[in-house]
């Protein structure tokens, strides 16, 4: 029994230490990074563009802004915005929710995810 603690236990410590990609991203960077989405999406509440706001982005539901046409798919994928999400969809928006129409092929360097998530999740409250 004694080792299936320990073994837990060191479970849970190399998990908080690996901790999500966001976790050491760089905030400063990250506002740079958002140059790029710039373009479609505005971080101010009921600022659509092409993109919706990403205000108030962060426990949010997709699909969810009123007045925004999402796609089909979005709307129905169930996503609920973490930075764990985000991650995941900015890697490849297409393969987590096939049939969106963000024309964006993902971003595959995992540090520059984790600095866009770090200034995002203070940017967009």
């Not at 007045?67 to 969809?89: C, H, N, Q």
Request: overall charge neutral; hydrophobic content about 45%.
């Amino acid at each position: 029994m004694i080792w299936v603690a320990r073994a837990t236990l060191a479970l849970l410590v190399t998990l908080s230490i690996a901790g999500p990609a966001h976790a050491g991203g760089d905030a400063a960077r990250g506002e740079a990074k958002f140059g790029d989405c710039a373009a479609c999406h505005k971080l101010e509440a009921g600022a659509n563009d092409v993109g919706p706001s990403l205000h108030g982005l962060f426990t949010r539901k997709a699909g969810e802004i009123a007045d925004f046409r999402y796609s089909p798919a979005m709307k129905r994928s169930g996503i609920v915005w973490t930075a764990e999400t985000l991650d995941s969809y900015l890697a490849d928006p297409q393969s987590l929710v096939p049939g969106n129409r963000m024309p964006y092929a993902g971003m595959d360097n995992a540090a520059d995810r984790a600095d866009l998530i770090a200034y995002l999740l203070t940017a967009t409250k």
